[in-house]
């Protein structure tokens, strides 16, 4: 479903971007004057492997999904997009088609910019080139780091340090006790494991391990972070 109007929410999801609120007032009104929005239901398909990329866009509300097909069947999820975050820029900048399926992860809003309009700001803003290098320079250190993580970090520092980020992009105060934490963005625990590179029973080992110590709870709906720093010290320490 497109709706042309961002809710207050989502335009303060993106204009907080790290990225997005470093551009000069000029190019971030360029971007957002080309832009339109497109509303999607959990699972709907935002763009498939191997399509020629015609969008640039950004989550501005709730996650997306960025997975892959094994030779097998099964569906190994790499990352989820998280608001303020922008995507698909590879595809667009080397005119090759999209390498992974995109889906909506929850009710999610994004913000599309066409390809056509993409080229139109860099021809109108030499930032842009620069902005975008940028982009890329950052992406290339997290998957340097995911890289050095996996090869080096036991799976419960790297878990800990994936609940410790998710808190930080989705984390809501509980009700009942505003020094706890809900994750509100809601993984399977299979999809915690593809995640972390491991099976859903070792994560599962870890997870109550982690509740054992009153880290975490484990709810039907969900996970609660009860102690930040112990995240923090089975992260940093036990690396």
Not at 12 to 40: C, K, M, Q, Y
Request: charged share 25%; glycine share 6%.
């Amino acid at each position: 479903m497109d709706d042309p109007i961002l809710t207050i929410e989502e335009r303060e999801a993106i204009n907080t971007g790290r990225w997005f609120s470093s551009l000069s007032p000029s190019l971030r009104h360029d971007i957002l004057r080309f832009s339109f929005v497109r509303r999607l239901k959990d699972g709907d398909l935002i763009s498939a492997r191997g399509d020629t990329p015609e969008e640039w866009m950004a989550c501005a509300k709730g996650a997306v999904r960025v997975s892959s097909t094994s030779l097998s069947g099964k569906q190994i999820t790499f990352t989820y997009v998280e608001p303020g975050i922008w995507f698909g820029d590879v595809s667009i900048l080397d005119g090759d088609s999209r390498t992974h399926d995109v889906y909506a992860h929850g009710d999610t809003t994004i913000l599309c910019v066409a390809r056509a309009d993409f080229q139109k700001i860099l021809d109108q803003h030499v930032e842009f080139y620069q902005a975008m290098l940028r982009l890329q320079a950052r992406r290339i250190r997290q998957l340097f780091g995911l890289v050095e993580d996996l090869n080096t970090l036991p799976l419960r520092s790297r878990l800990a340090k994936q609940l410790l980020h998710l808190v930080r992009s989705y984390g809501v105060p509980c009700l009942n006790n505003a020094q706890e934490i809900r994750i509100g963005l809601h993984l399977a625990q299979e999809e915690l494991a593809q995640l972390l590179g491991a099976s859903r029973q070792r994560v599962n080992q870890e997870l109550k391990s982690m509740e054992r110590e009153e880290a975490i709870r484990i709810e039907p709906g969900g996970l609660v972070v009860r102690n930040r720093e112990i995240l923090m010290r089975i992260s940093e320490i036990e690396q």
